[in-house]
């Protein structure tokens, strides 16, 4: 787990610095971002990820290709690809492609409370991966309609949806 998280207000304006778990033990408002891979031969399919069965929450659960928070002083782009690098030890060049605001509480009594920005990216269906096993259980490539069915099950992390209707409305 990183460290720490910015917190925001409602417009992602910046309030300050928090540690990451007490930001999801408060509840607390913070910038994140949810990273899309598509398949540069074909823009209909995605790569999801299974998130590694032990994660502090949503474990075992599939959803889009990577995620995380920020650092202080790191773009959103910088986080993206640092966090592509760290999950699945690939690059790919990001874009984001607009944000949006979620909430949901867990069992074991943490909470996620952010301002999600949507980055996406093209890479090559064939390349090289090195899966981090402390962070992801599999990969897979899906048709965007395959993964949004998926999103709407409870196999499914709670901002999967959102993150590839955001994709989806780009189309």
């Not at 996406?120 to 897979?140: C, F, H, K, S, T």
């Not at 395959?146 to 209707?165: D, M």
């Amino acid at each position: 787990m990183n460290n720490k998280v910015i917190i925001v207000d409602e417009h992602d304006n910046p309030l300050g610095i928090m540690g990451k778990l007490q930001a999801h033990q408060e509840n607390c408002l913070h910038r994140a971002f949810s990273v899309v891979l598509l398949n540069k031969a074909d823009s209909n399919y995605c790569l999801v990820q299974q998130r590694q069965i032990n994660k502090y929450h949503c474990g075992g659960l599939w959803t889009n290709t990577c995620c995380s928070h920020p650092q202080p002083g790191e773009s959103i782009e910088q986080a993206g690809q640092r966090r592509l690098q760290e999950e699945l030890g690939i690059t790919a060049n990001l874009e984001c492609i607009g944000a949006f605001y979620y909430q949901a509480s867990f069992d074991n009594g943490l909470h996620e409370h952010e301002y999600d920005h949507v980055l996406i990216g093209n890479v090559d269906a064939n390349i090289p991966m090195q899966l981090n096993p402390e962070e992801v259980q599999a990969v897979r490539w899906m048709s965007l309609e395959e993964a949004l069915a998926l999103s709407k099950t409870t196999n499914a992390t709670p901002w999967f949806q959102s993150v590839l209707e955001l994709v989806l409305s780009r189309s």
